[in-house]
């Protein structure tokens, strides 16, 4: 089970840091990940991060949005700063068990529930 939170409205160039608890079974040596899904588009990739906390980003959010984990708490965190109109979405935390990230939605067998994230122009 996987637990999102910490999402709101902002005004651009603000911040949000979005937070995803997961049941121990589900985090536990698994790729964690954040993917978006804005009205009409399709759900994308944000970031993941492995058990062992390397990360991999989307090219827009780099330098942006920063992803990281608590392996003690079963927590997951995505940092996002300097925000665009554009990063409105409803924000989802997932997890797979692997080693290697993967940015396909499809392989992920795990999923929250989304935070609304909005920011204005």
């Known amino acids: 089970q996987l637990q999102a939170s910490g999402g709101g409205l902002v005004q651009a160039g603000g911040s949000l840091r979005l937070s995803c608890a997961a049941s121990?079974?589900?985090?536990?040596?698994?790729?964690m990940g954040w993917f978006r899904q804005a009205p009409g588009k399709e759900r994308e990739f944000v970031a993941a991060i492995t058990w062992y906390g390397t990360t991999h980003y989307r090219d827009s959010v780099k330098g942006r949005f920063t992803i990281s984990r608590d392996n003690a708490k079963n927590t997951v965190l995505l940092q996002m700063n300097s925000l665009k109109p554009e990063d409105t979405a409803v924000y989802y935390c997932?997890?797979?068990?692997?080693?290697?990230?993967?940015?396909?939605?499809?392989?992920?067998?795990?999923w929250g529930q989304g935070t609304q994230v909005t920011v204005s122009s």
């Open positions: 121990g079974h589900i985090f536990s040596n698994n790729v």
């Open positions: 997932a997890a797979v068990r692997d080693t290697g990230i993967w940015v396909d939605p499809r392989k992920y067998d795990s």
